[in-house]
Nanobody, 123 residues
């Protein structure tokens, strides 16, 4: 089993920044791919970003490209999501997810999920 715990959410004004963290524990050696998803009220959960163990292998949703950066510290089993230039439409619960094999962008292909952390961007 793998446990994922997110932190770092909060309330921020439009144009501001937040950094989310996701700490993984358990059988983490079998989970090379870490991803972030988000779910706004009344909407489906959507892909935000994902990162593989190898340096430079990242994928982003078009809506966050150039504003969000995903990174990881393998020694700490932690993945981060740096969010800059936040917009009100970024308001959502952000979930960390993990899977083995290669990067995927659909939520059904992720095996483990955190409980989520709320991000609220005020206008």
């Amino acid at each position: 089993q793998v446990q994922l715990v997110e932190s770092g959410g909060g309330l921020v004004q439009a144009g501001g920044s937040l950094r989310l963290s996701c700490a993984a524990s358990g059988r983490t050696f079998s989970l090379p791919v870490m991803g972030w998803f988000r779910q706004a009220p009344g909407k489906e959960r959507e892909f935000v970003a994902a990162i593989s163990p190898s340096v430079g292998s990242t994928v982003y949703a078009d809506s966050v490209k150039g504003r969000f950066t995903i990174s990881r510290d393998n020694a700490k089993n932690t993945v981060y999501l740096q969010m800059n230039s936040l917009k009100p439409e970024d308001t959502a619960v952000y979930f960390c997810a993990a899977r083995s094999d290669i990067i995927r962008t659909t939520l059904k292909e992720y095996d483990y999920w955190g409980q989520g952390t709320q991000v609220t961007v005020s206008s």
